[in-house]
């Protein structure tokens, strides 16, 4: 597909649904496959799953990962391998605070375990799971980069490190106190890449 196309192809459609981004997020796409050599434009695919993640829903549904695959030329089998092999996708609907506890080694003997216990006994889910007012989402992942100040986790695109209970306990008194200012509908919030 010829990068210029894109503009040009701004709905998929599929057994009905509509989807597609509005004009100014397929020219942000189309400036970012720029980046790339022609035939290459696969490489863009990681930074527009996060713009598609941000724009259409918070999470990536079968049908948004097809529509990114008929902008960049692709077969859906390739978004799918890619949208379900990193945590930072979500293939299905999150809460407004996504809170990811990591689960390897060093953050595990740190009391990364002890952490994310506590978290589910606070928000009475499992990982997972959202709690019933839509405000969180836990989650376990692997390694966040940050072992040297473990017992870690992440919320949305926010660190918190060197975590206790207590800390916990605070972390989340503060973003459920924040939730009820935070009128946005998004429920995931995600870096721009372009
Ligand atoms: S092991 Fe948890 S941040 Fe690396």
């Not at 009475?124 to 989402?137: A, L, Q, R, V």
Request: overall charge negative; glycine content about 8%; some cysteine.
């Amino acid at each position: 597909m010829e990068h210029n196309n894109i503009i040009n192809h701004p709905q998929f459609v599929k057994e009905g649904k509509q989807v597609s981004f509005k004009p100014e997020t397929l020219k942000k796409v189309q400036d970012l496959m720029k980046r790339y050599p022609e035939g290459r434009q696969k490489s863009a695919l990681l930074p527009v799953l996060h713009i598609a993640q941000e724009e259409l829903g918070g999470y990536l549904s079968v049908d948004v990962m097809d529509y990114v695959a008929s902008l960049l030329g692709l077969q859906p089998i390739e978004v799918y391998e890619v949208a379900t092999f990193y945590s930072m996708f979500y293939l299905d609907k999150m809460g407004k605070y996504v809170i990811e506890v990591c689960q390897t080694g060093p953050c595990a003997l740190s009391g990364g375990e002890q952490i994310l216990a506590h978290l589910q006994e606070m928000l009475e889910i499992m990982p997972g799971e959202t709690t019933s007012d839509g405000i969180f989402t836990l989650k376990t992942v692997e390694c966040l980069g940050s072992c040297g100040t473990a017992p870690v986790l992440q919320v949305n695109t926010d660190f918190h490190e060197k975590l206790t209970p207590g800390k916990v306990d605070k972390l989340l008194e503060d973003l459920r106190e924040y939730a009820k200012h935070d009128k946005s509908d998004d429920s995931t919030w995600v870096e721009k890449f372009c």
